[in-house]
């Protein structure tokens, strides 16, 4: 890989001078890549909104150290990664392309698929419709899901003022994080990603009007976090991200009766307030997920929150390896 990314002296308070930072060209973009470790026994992080591969930071740390080749990235459109040339048209089957590409320059035939809030979407995607690129699959934030009619039922049973219903909006976003800094519009959504209870504006209201100014930060995010989430997202804008997951998400992906056979763990925390979604938790604790994904464990972490892999990091480390080494002592 190349030499270490410039933003590599600001992570190194986080010990992060051992990941190494590329761009590989895929699908007609460059994609922003970070990776550390080596090896036949690959993990590729797929990070949500409003995630980067920074992410991923103490996951690829924990995973290399136990003997593994961790790859985090950056989808298009964020971060250090190319947008689409028509970003607007982006769906989330440019990210599940772009992940079999990447695993094609970079000469994988398989890896374990690590996705957190929308990247859930992109492994479940290749989980269903590229098994035999898929080692096996854990996520976190959100449950099964693929683009297309049942995520425009669930939107269309949620409360109009709701942060997703309102971003799904053409102009409606953009013009409420343009009142803002990035740094400031960083900081909003995380400490309100981090609540237990749905983000729900009022109709005199605008999403980051929900957040005081005053509000700390959460204790397992530092201002260092911060700086490193902002200056990314300085460098990308929103353009995309809008689109993918918020404007996507109605887009057919084309899988008609999916099914996953490979391994997959479900990491949810208890206070995430996803669990809060219409009809969720009861798809989530019932037998219904089984008949996607037979091959299935949960584990549900009881102080986690939306946020669970950045603010209970060893815990779930923890799981990610157990869950890793149990895949790999049977395929490698």
């Known amino acids: 890989m190349a030499a270490s990314h ?26 922003h890549v970070a990776e550390i470790g080596n090896g036949p026994k690959v993990v590729v992080f797929l990070h949500g909104f409003p995630g980067i591969w920074y992410s991923w930071r103490h996951q690829m740390i924990a995973v290399a150290k136990a003997g593994y080749r961790a790859i985090a990235i950056d989808f298009r459109g964020y971060g250090l990664s190319d947008h689409s040339p028509e970003p607007e048209k982006t769906t989330f089957n440019d ?10 320059s970079l000469s994988i035939s398989k890896a374990v698929l690590v996705g957190k809030n929308f990247g859930v979407v992109p492994a479940h995607m290749l989980g269903a419709a590229r098994p035999e690129k898929v080692a096996g699959i854990i996520t976190m934030g959100i449950p ?18 709701f942060y997703g219903v309102r971003w799904k909006e053409p102009g409606r976003a953009e013009a409420d994080f343009g009142r803002f800094d990035v740094k400031t519009v960083m ?16 109709d005199d209201q605008e999403i980051m009007d929900l957040v005081d100014p005053s509000t700390p930060l ?37 899988i008609t009766d999916p099914q996953i056979t490979s391994p997959v763990l479900l990491i949810l925390g208890e206070k995430d307030y996803v669990l ?57």
């Open 6 to 31: 410039p933003l590599a002296t600001s992570l190194s308070i986080f010990s992060m001078e051992e990941i190494q930072h590329s761009h590989v060209r895929v699908r007609g973009v460059k994609l």
């Open 95 to 104: 990210l599940a392309d772009d992940v079999v590409a990447l695993l094609d």
């Open 144 to 161: 099964f899901l693929l683009p297309g009619p049942s995520v425009l039922q669930i939107i269309k049973d949620l409360p109009k003022g």
């Open 187 to 202: 900081r909003k959504i995380f400490i309100l990603f981090s609540g237990s209870e749905m983000p729900v504006a009022d």
């Open 218 to 254: 959460p204790p397992w995010f530092s201002e260092e976090d911060l700086f490193v989430y902002a200056d990314l997202f300085e460098n990308s804008g929103f353009r995309t991200a809008l689109q993918v997951p918020y404007r996507a998400f109605g887009i057919d992906c084309g």
């Open 276 to 332: 809060k979604f219409p009809g969720i938790e009861d798809f989530i604790r019932s037998d219904q997920l089984k008949d996607f994904i037979p091959n299935m464990e949960m584990k549900f972490m009881a102080e986690g929150n939306h946020f669970v892999q950045e603010q209970l990091p060893e815990q779930v480390n923890q799981l990610i390896i157990s869950f890793l080494d149990k895949i790999y002592s049977h395929s490698i």
